[in-house]
Nanobody, 120 residues
Framework: QVQLVESGGGLVQAGGSLRISCVANGNIFNIRDMGWYRQAPGKQRGLVAT???????NYVDAVTGRFTISRDNAKNILFLQMNNLEPGDTAVYYC??????????????WGQGTLVTVSS
């Protein structure tokens, strides 16, 4: 089994910064792509940013220039640095990873989510 555990969410004022983290635990042979998704109240879950195992990144337009995704492959940790936060960024943020548990067993895994609330 593999678990993703997010942390670092909380309440922040508009214009502020926050860094959230996601630690992968369990039977891990290798982690492929990782990403952050978010779900605002009453809306569907959507992509925020992704990062490959080699460090290539991709962002949705709404967060480009404000958010930075990074990862520590040695420790199986994913980060999202969020700067200049806006009330529209308020959402539950979910970690996602493509995990090779062995050379032959692959799973897509989701975390339980961490709430980020941005006040105006």
């Amino acid at each position: 089994q593999v678990q993703l555990v997010e942390s670092g969410g909380g309440l922040v004022q508009a214009g502020g910064s926050l860094r959230i983290s996601c630690v992968a635990n369990g039977n891990i042979f290798n982690i492929r792509d990782m990403g952050w998704y978010r779900q605002a109240p009453g809306k569907q879950r959507g992509l925020v940013a992704t990062i490959t195992s080699s460090g290539s990144t991709n962002y949705v337009d709404a967060v480009t220039g404000r958010f930075t995704i990074s990862r520590d492959n040695a420790k199986n940790i994913l980060f999202l640095q969020m700067n200049n936060l806006e009330p529209g960024d308020t959402a539950v943020y979910y970690c996602n990873a493509g995990v090779w548990m062995t050379k032959w067993e692959f799973r897509e895994v989701w975390g339980q989510g961490t709430l980020v609330t941005v006040s105006s």
